[in-house]
């Protein structure tokens, strides 16, 4: 597609169940990153794939986050047993190859109840 | 602990005045600087940036400034207009090897008609 896709937009889910959020990045684009906005915050970087290279992962806040980017495109972002403060806005974006020229996708609104 | 830091959630300016958004920087090892514009429920687009070889940057009505003694940089809107409404994100390029983007919490601007 032209843009970057995620799906759900919007999610609410109880607290304690699992969730997974999809990310379609722009055809052609080797890097991949997940960010949140939570609340008040900024975007908070959480993990980053490019091409066949091991992930960084440095930024998922806990055990119960992970994340995989099937065939060098489609990304799935994998929250276990979620919590409150899992509550936020799930940003994934796309590039060339890293650094500027993200192209963001408009997000999953996260809500755990 | 931030690293980019907008200190000011809210702007508002009348429409046809300059709006100038602030940005401090803690990382002096940070040497290429963006504005991202957000508006509710899509995500963050690129706006301009600005390389730490420069001290500023033009496109349009938009102007990108750098202190790198102060750790500074600020975003000018001239003149503003009601559809330049929206979140504005400063971000530094972490030059490692993930080359992700650190983002400030934002700044929510209204440009008043």
């Known amino acids: 597609g032209a843009g970057v896709s995620q799906s759900p937009s919007n999610k609410v889910t109880e607290k304690g169940k699992d969730v997974e959020l999809r990310c379609d990045p722009i055809?052609?684009?080797?890097?991949l990153y997940w960010y949140r906005q939570s609340l008040g915050q900024g975007l908070e970087f959480l993990i980053y794939?490019?091409?066949?290279?091991?992930?960084?992962k440095s930024g998922l806040p806990s055990d119960r986050f992970s994340a995989e980017r099937t065939g060098g495109s489609v990304s799935t972002l994998t929250i276990q047993r979620t919590q409150q403060e899992d509550s936020a806005v799930y940003l994934c974006?796309?590039?060339?190859?890293?650094?500027?020229?993200?192209?963001f996708g408009s997000g999953t609104r996260l809500t755990v109840v | 602990d931030q690293q980019v830091k907008q200190n000011s959630p809210s702007l508002s300016v009348q429409e046809g005045r300059i709006s100038i958004l602030n940005c401090d920087y803690t990382n002096s090892m940070f040497d290429y600087f963006l504005w991202y514009k957000k508006y509710p429920a899509e995500g963050p687009t690129f706006l301009i940036s600005i390389s730490s070889i420069k001290d500023k940057n033009e496109d349009g009505r938009f102007t990108v400034f750098l202190n790198k003694s102060a750790k500074h940089l600020s975003l000018h809107i001239v003149p503003s207009q009601p559809g330049d409404s929206a979140v504005y994100f400063c971000a530094a390029l972490d030059g490692g090897a993930t080359n992700k983007l650190i983002f400030g919490t934002g700044t929510l601007l209204a440009v008043q008609p």
């Open positions: 055809s052609g684009h080797t890097a």
């Open positions: 974006a796309s590039s060339v190859q890293g650094g500027d020229g993200y192209t």
């Open positions: 794939f490019q091409g066949n290279s091991a992930p960084d």
